[in-house]
């Protein structure tokens, strides 16, 4: 009976998460939080505090374009990253290194991305970022972020929000 509840609980509790369709991505996003094993990669200056702006799915050469501000020291500089798909939702890419992109989870309203990024001197960082629509995250898009980046093994405590530090232009 134990093990019958438990089972239930546990399918309960991942019943939230959905399965990720990218071509339904494609469009205006922003960044809400990151976190990363590095939490250098994320805060000031950092290579991979950006600020996303657009997601657009190209099916035919199955590639994706990221467009997105990097701040570095006080200067947002406009990016256009390509990624290459490479499996189910997983797509790689070059920024600040080799970066092997998976897009974990979605909904209308947000998705998260896990990125093993091993930067030029050769460390290997595990990033993972929720990006949105609207102005801020819900509570239980935000619990599910967290419950990602415990089963990527990521320490909670190198979250950092960047709703409220995003000053870059909010177009191109």
């Known amino acids: 009976m134990k093990t ?12 939230h998460r959905s ?33 996303l702006r657009r997601v657009e799915f190209d099916s035919e050469p199955d590639i ?4 997105f ?7 947002c500089i ?15 890419t070059s920024f600040s290194g080799k970066n092997e992109v998976q897009f974990v989870d979605a909904s209308d309203d947000y ?6 990024n091993k930067d030029r001197s050769g460390n290997v960082n595990r990033i993972m ?12 898009d935000f619990e599910n972020f967290l419950d990602l980046a415990r089963e990527k093994d990521i320490p909670l405590h190198n979250i950092v ?5 995003d000053t870059c232009p909010k177009s191109f």
């Open 161 to 165: 929000n960047f709703i409220n530090f």
């Open 129 to 140: 970022g929720m990006f949105g629509k609207g102005n801020e995250a819900n509570e239980e």
């Open 19 to 51: 399965t990720v369709d990218v071509s339904e991505l494609s469009g205006e996003w922003k960044t809400f939080y990151m976190i990363s094993t590095n939490i250098e990669k994320i805060t000031s200056n950092g290579p991979f505090r950006a600020f």
């Open 69 to 75: 501000f990097v701040q570095n020291k006080g200067k």
């Open 4 to 15: 019958l509840l438990l089972t239930l609980l546990l399918g309960l509790a991942c019943a």
């Open 64 to 67: 994706v374009y990221f467009n």
């Open 78 to 92: 406009h990016n256009l990253n390509i990624g290459r798909k490479v499996g189910e939702n997983n797509y790689r």
């Open 111 to 116: 998705f998260v991305v896990y990125i093993i």
